[in-house]
């Protein structure tokens, strides 16, 4: 499974990003998308996923700010962030898990400063 994620960037605080996540390749039907994200100096944590029955689960740090969507296709998963903090600043990992195996696209630089 390939991974091409898009849609980072310089945002000011308060506003918002789109992220894109574009998954090719022999997808299991049973599998989840989602975020994780690595900011300077900190381990990579979870942002946000979501599962091909669209079960969703969020960190408790981007509840009611971020929301995890997925194509029609289910190939494809978004991540809409709004009300962007400073501290959301960080390079953003979309990945591809299975139960067999877990796949990471490049990271996308998210900056939310003025």
């Known amino acids: 499974v390939q991974l091409q994620a898009s849609g980072g960037g310089l945002v000011q605080p308060g506003g918002s990003l789109r992220l894109s996540c574009a998954a090719s390749?022999?997808?299991?039907?049973?599998?989840?998308m989602g975020w994780y994200r690595q900011a300077p100096a900190k381990q990579r944590e979870l942002v946000a996923t979501v599962t091909t029955g669209d079960r969703t689960n969020y960190a408790d740090s981007v509840k009611d700010r971020f929301t995890i969507s997925r194509g029609n296709a289910k190939n494809t998963v978004y991540l809409q962030m709004n009300s962007l903090k400073p501290e959301d600043t960080a390079v953003y990992f979309c990945?591809?898990?299975?139960?067999?195996?877990?796949?990471w696209g490049q990271g996308t630089l998210v900056t939310v400063s003025s």
């Open positions: 390749g022999s997808m299991l039907s049973a599998n989840a």
């Open positions: 990945y591809y898990s299975d139960y067999l195996y877990t796949y």
